[in-house]
């Protein structure tokens, strides 16, 4: 069983940035493979990026390239997503996941975190 946990969303104005954490604990996190997904209300959850158990493999979606950087501190059991120029269709609550290898598809997700709430004002 693996638990995680995010955190670092907030209200954020168009151009700036913030950085969400994910704490895992339980079994090892550097077993897993790492995802970053999000879900607007009333629409379909979708990927956002995804890393390696190494840190040395990463994904993004075309739509955050270049301005997300997904990233792992396996030594602290964390996961990072750095975020910057976020724009208003940012907006969405952002789940990490665990995997086994790197992957795009949620149906591959071994475990979810509860979500954090980011909001990127106009």
């Known amino acids: 069983q693996v638990t995680l946990v995010e955190s670092g969303g907030g209200l954020v104005q168009a151009g700036g940035s913030l950085r969400l954490s994910c704490a895992a604990s339980?079994?090892?996190?550097?077993?897993?493979?790492m995802d970053w997904f999000r879900q607007v209300p009333g629409k379909e959850r979708e990927f956002v990026a995804a890393?390696?158990?190494?840190?040395?493999?990463?994904r993004y979606a075309d739509s955050v390239k270049g301005r997300f950087t997904i990233s792992r501190d396996n030594a602290k059991n964390t996961l990072y997503l750095q975020m910057n120029s976020l724009k208003p269709e940012d907006t969405a609550v952002y789940y990490c996941a665990a995997t086994i290898g790197i992957t795009t598809d949620q149906a591959m997700v071994h475990y979810w975190g509860q979500g954090t709430q980011v909001t990127v004002s106009s």
């Open positions: 890393i390696s158990w190494s840190g040395g493999s990463t």
């Open positions: 339980g079994r090892t996190f550097s077993s897993y493979a």
